[in-house]
């Protein structure tokens, strides 16, 4: 069973910033059905572009016959604040103004699309998570969740994410946020303002979510005689224009600007004690060959929090493998989840 909604916050909502949202929307979506114990939930953090339908982006790994299914779980996927499918964004109306947000939208951090999120548990009455799950900037809310509610959260699991996001990651979406105030139409004002930008800005992210080794194997040329039409070249229009056709430039340009605020140290005594604060079992996944979040900023995770474990991950994909690569996380999660489970049960035999 699914269910698609929508939670409306009938408080001001106050960002990390200070700045305030009225009439805060949050659309979100569920399957399966919560069980009378309330031990059941499985809450997924959407990356970048993604949407609240995680049975869609994230199959193999969520569906009727994965590891996390409908039949035995109750599966939560939530859209984060900025993001164009449903909840809160730039293109939103602003209701002092009754005019869409546009540039007037405020900017926003990882920690308040996390304390949106956590006012939707409450509102669905979850007050205990079995597993936590996310990637990329998924990870980076699902990191920040369980710092900030460390016995809300059983099982947590970070993939192809950071503690800090680095300068190389901060370049990079720097260069895509250049590429769509390039657009001159992003100031018009408009709903589909900054798309020929945005379109340059996808491009230049696909070159940190694959690899050279992956350009090789899919858009290699089969004859030597070409000069130009390129299989690459067609292929990065492509990916452009598709992201135009479902995203639009604002909500791209203010979720770059939140990953780049995160930095789990901020405010709190330094960064290696915030991950201390998190109390979850724990299970880090990088992808050895990950240009955007290198393997060895999951390493640092992995050693900083408490019996976390780690796993690295072959992918021809890069960081994208993250999404791709199913078959082999649904191995390693699930006997991470395994190991879990006796763990408890050993815990309880020596508290009997």
Known sequence: MSTTSTYSYNKVFKLESGKKLRKLE????????????????????????????VLDWWKGLFGNNALFNPDEHFIICANIVGSHYGSTNPLSTNPVTGLPYYLAFPEFTIRDLVSAHQLLAA??????IKVLVGGSLGGQQAMEWAITAPQYIENLILMATNAVHSPWGIAFNESQRLAITADRSFYAQKPDG????????????????????????????SVNDKTGSFRASSYQNYQG????????????????????????????????????????????????????????????LANHIAGAAFHSLKSAYGHDGFLIETDALTRVIGNFLKESINKKIVKLHKTA
């Not at 659309?27 to 609240?52: F, M, P, R």
């Not at 509102?123 to 205990?128: A, E, K, P, R, S």
């Open 123 to 128: 509102h669905l009455g979850i007050q205990h």
């Open 26 to 53: 949050i659309a979100y979506q569920t399957y399966g059905k919560l069980n009378a114990s309330k031990d059941n939930v499985i809450w997924a953090c959407h990356a970048l572009t993604a949407n609240a339908d």
């Open 241 to 300: 224009e598709k992201l135009c056709k479902r995203f639009n430039a604002y909500s791209y340009w203010y979720l770059t600007k939140a990953m780049d605020s995160h930095n789990v140290g901020r405010g709190r005594q330094s960064t290696s004690h915030a991950l201390a604060l998190i109390k979850a079992n724990t299970l880090v996944i990088g992808i050895e060959n990950d240009v955007l979040f290198p393997i060895t900023e999951q390493e640092f």
């Open 194 to 221: 900054g798309l020929k930008g945005l379109k340059v800005a996808r491009s230049i992210a696909l070159l940190s979510y694959r690899t050279y080794d992956a350009y090789t194997a899919t858009q290699l040329e």
